[in-house]
């Protein structure tokens, strides 16, 4: 029996793995596709385009004008499959149906939870204890198909989305290897989601980083851990510059009576939030760079600073 031929659209971390699982399990690429990196964007994972030249593999990254010629180049790849590995748009279905043998997503969450954009981030923003990766059949709307296999990873308490990310890596590239022998016999599970009512979430804007004090400490904590750095971070403005939250921790303590503020305290950095939770800043950074935090707690100490 001839080898089965898949056709990948794929990007980033999620993309490199999987790419590689595929061809581990000898499964042969005709094509892969990926993304033009933005230039504005810091890339802080794995390239997909160089992964598949390593492997001298034919490789494109088209824009939205080229996608009927990339739909006629993969119909005549005769894929048996389309995988989709984190690329960044939906693929219609006209190309999903060019797949003899069926077109199937790894999306990063425990489906049917967090359908749609930047799952990792909502996780931890929420506050989630786990999440996961989801290997699913792709249908017209979006992560709504029949699932074949998820694995689950947890959520620690000061993990930010970066470290998150890298489980989530982890547990795609698991799910698809072993589900990959079922996948090629024809013998692969397939569960119907449910779909759930507020599940499906939107993108996020670097606005959207910005920390509201009046809530609770652990809220904050959270934000500051969703959208940390290589993502364009937690921030605040005060006396007419902008401070960006790197890195916090929830603590015990109550903070001084009155609004919320950034205060000193034996050499450490805090933030007072509402209801009198407290953070301990533990990186944060201004226009020129990194803020010396010792610098900051006795400057905060002698005269706190206002939030809002």
Same mark, same amino acid.
């Not at 494109?60 to 690329?87: C, H, L, N």
């Not at 809530?215 to 510059?241: C, M, Q, S």
């Not at 009198?276 to 760079?289: C, F, M, S, T």
């Given at each position: 029996m001839s080898a089965a031929r898949a056709v990948v659209f794929a990007y980033h971390d999620v993309g490199v793995r999987c790419l590689k699982a595929l061809l581990s399990a000898g499964v042969q690429v005709p094509l892969v596709v990926t993304v033009r990196d933005d230039p504005a *964007?810091?890339?802080?994972?794995?390239? +997909?385009?160089?992964?598949? %030249?390593?492997?001298? @593999? /034919? +490789?494109? =990254? !088209?824009?939205? =004008?080229?996608? /009927?010629?990339?739909? =006629?180049?993969?119909? *005549?790849?005769? !894929?048996?499959?389309?995988?989709?590995?984190?690329?960044?748009?939906? @693929?219609?279905?006209p190309l999903l149906g060019c797949a003899r043998r069926g077109a199937l997503n790894i999306h990063g969450s425990l489906l049917p939870k967090y359908r749609g954009r930047a799952p990792v981030n909502w996780a931890v923003l929420n506050g989630e204890r786990e999440t996961g990766a989801t290997l699913h059949y792709m249908v017209a709307r979006a992560d709504a198909g029949d699932i074949v296999d998820q694995l689950a990873v947890p959520i620690l308490a000061d993990d930010d989305a970066r470290e998150v990310f890298a489980k989530v890596t982890a547990a795609a590239e698991i799910v698809l290897a072993r589900s990959l022998p079922a996948l090629l016999a024809g013998s692969a599970p397939r569960r119907p989601q449910p779909i759930e009512?507020?599940?499906? &979430?939107?993108?996020?804007r670097p606005e959207d980083? %910005?920390?509201?004090?009046?809530? /609770?400490?652990? $809220?904050?904590? #959270?934000?500051?851990?969703?959208?940390? !750095? !290589?993502? /364009?971070?937690?921030?605040?403005?005060?006396? $007419? $510059? %902008? @401070? &960006?939250?790197?890195r916090t921790r929830v603590q015990g303590t109550s903070g001084p009576p009155g609004p919320a503020s950034l205060f000193g305290e034996h050499g450490a950095c805090y933030a007072a939030c509402g209801g009198?939770?407290? @953070?301990?800043?533990?990186?944060? =950074?201004?226009? #020129?760079?990194p803020l010396d935090l010792a610098h900051m707690a006795r400057e905060w100490q002698a005269k706190p600073l206002l939030l809002g």
């Open positions: *964007e810091t890339r802080w994972f794995a390239s +997909v385009a160089e992964t598949a %030249r390593d492997y001298a @593999l /034919p +490789v494109v =990254a !088209p824009d939205g =004008a080229d996608m /009927p010629r990339i739909e =006629a180049q993969v119909r *005549e790849t005769k !894929p048996d499959f389309i995988f989709s590995f984190y690329y960044r748009s939906m @693929l219609g279905e009512p507020g599940q499906y &979430w939107a993108g996020r980083g %910005r920390i509201d004090w009046t809530w /609770p400490a652990i $809220r904050v904590h #959270n934000l500051v851990r969703a959208v940390a !750095p !290589p993502f /364009p971070g937690a921030f605040t403005d005060a006396w $007419r $510059r %902008r @401070l &960006w939250i790197h009198g939770g407290v @953070l301990r800043i533990l990186a944060a =950074a201004d226009e #020129n760079g």
